[in-house]
């Protein structure tokens, strides 16, 4: 191994939102930092988001905001309070990048600026603080003496560098390709950290249609539903797909599916056709005489449900189960889709897992590596879609510049 190079004063490994945020803040507080990023570019699942719709954060009010963030809802009301939303959309704006708030709260960037756009901003920003970047170089762990080990991808040099303070921002375990690959937790772990196993989060869930059903049905959408999951009701937009179910409502409800698949009992997701209607206005609804009409025809002409919704209640219910209003409507207000599984890890938009929270501060700093700080999804938590990834990513970076500042402070003689 090459000798220990001259130290910068902060180091932040890999550079996605949580670690590109920090290092600004720190930047911004007079610190020198170097950004040391294993892939060629830094925020590559940064743009990836960007891709189905730019969702950055949310205008949901503050207490309401940090309830998405499930057990860990007192420690994010902590990382919020510190960089709010309005604080993510006035920094936004510091970078000339304008946003407005879209369906649900969702807050994107106005139609003329695009994700590459959002990040070339950025790193100009971060340039013109002086933050050093380096691409292309991997983090190896620590050497004995706690100095971060480096790979310089390019030329294949190993060398060592100390610093003041690091922020380790190194992501989670979906979507390897934009270098979020979690080979890190090794490294961490060779030190005592526990980790909690990755999961999929905000992913599909896997349902074993008959070939018919996929054959008949293929892809479709079933808008204006609701979905239920252990005790928790989610409105939306959901997908069938040949593998199963995705879509907005099943994404925010992978916690008590991963919950209940890990039951002997069977995961079921209960779907609500008609959220809209009370049960006894469905059942009103229901009493028209059918005519001898077929069910097709008979929920199109009454409901408005068409197609795949007939074929979706036969494969699922069996025919006595809807031969009477009553049981009908029952059954297209709490139509149960057995679950068999979650979707791949590396297909999942987020993941849980990662660093345990007993093993960190209130400072984001690892008890058992002082002056190491995480931020970001290497964290052990998971949040619905909505911009509470990336609010959540960036207000722990924020989060952490403000700890090293803390750390890095003269203590008093
Ligand atoms: C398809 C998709 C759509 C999404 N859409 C949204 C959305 O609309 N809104 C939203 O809020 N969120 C969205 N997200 C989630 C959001 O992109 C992530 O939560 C966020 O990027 C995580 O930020 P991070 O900084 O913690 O980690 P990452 O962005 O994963 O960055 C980690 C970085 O660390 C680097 N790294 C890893 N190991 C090493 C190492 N050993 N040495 C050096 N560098 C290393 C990686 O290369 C990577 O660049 C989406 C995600 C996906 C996949």
Request: charged share 20%.
């Amino acid at each position: 191994m090459a000798p220990i190079l001259s130290a910068p004063s902060v180091a932040v490994v890999g550079g996605g939102p949580a670690g590109l945020l920090a290092a600004q803040r720190l930047a911004e507080a007079g610190y020198p930092v170097t950004v040391f990023e294993a892939q060629p570019t830094v925020g590559r699942k940064f743009l990836v988001a960007g891709h189905g719709g730019f969702n950055l954060t949310n205008a949901e009010p503050l207490p309401d905001f940090s309830h998405r963030y499930g057990a860990r809802q007192a420690d994010f009301d902590r990382f919020l309070s510190h960089f709010t939303p309005t604080d993510l959309r006035q920094w936004l704006h510091s970078l000339g990048i304008e946003t407005f708030v879209g369906t649900s709260g969702r807050v994107f960037p106005t139609d003329e600026y695009k994700p590459a756009q959002v990040l070339r901003a950025w790193l100009q920003r971060l340039a013109a603080l002086g933050v050093q970047l380096r691409v292309r170089h991997r983090w190896l762990g620590f050497t004995p003496e706690r100095a971060l080990r480096l790979r310089d991808e390019a030329t294949g040099q190993e060398f060592s560098v100390q610093p003041a303070a690091t922020v380790l921002a190194l992501g989670g375990a979906s979507w390897v390709k934009t270098g979020s690959d979690g080979q890190w937790t090794s490294l961490l772990s060779a030190w005592g950290v526990t980790l909690e196993p990755f999961a999929p989060s905000n992913c599909g869930a896997e349902v074993a249609w008959s070939e018919f059903f996929r054959v008949k049905v293929g892809r479709a959408p079933l808008k204006n539903i609701a979905l239920e999951c252990g005790g928790q009701t989610v409105r939306g937009e959901l997908l069938l797909t040949d593998y199963g179910v995705e879509g907005t409502p099943v994404y925010a409800l992978t916690p008590p599916l991963r919950a209940a698949l890990q039951t002997p009992q069977s995961a079921l997701l209960y779907l609500n056709l008609k959220p809209d209607l009370t049960a006894e206005q469905l059942w009103q609804k229901l009493r028209a005489p059918r005519n001898g009409k077929s069910l097709a025809v008979y929920l199109e002409k009454t409901l408005r449900l068409g197609p795949p919704v007939p074929t979706l209640l036969r494969e699922l219910a069996p025919a006595e189960a809807g031969a009477s209003p009553e049981s009908l409507a029952a059954l297209l207000q709490r139509l149960p889709v057995p679950v068999t599984g979650l979707r791949p890890l590396d297909e999942a938009i987020s993941t849980a897992g990662g660093v345990a929270w007993p093993e960190v501060d209130e400072n984001l700093m690892l008890q058992k590596l002082p002056g190491v700080f995480v931020a970001g999804e290497m964290l052990d938590w998971e949040a619905p879609t909505g911009g509470y990834l990336l609010q959540g990513c960036l207000s722990t970076g924020a989060w952490v510049a403000r700890g090293i500042q803390h750390w890095l402070r003269p203590q008093p003689a």
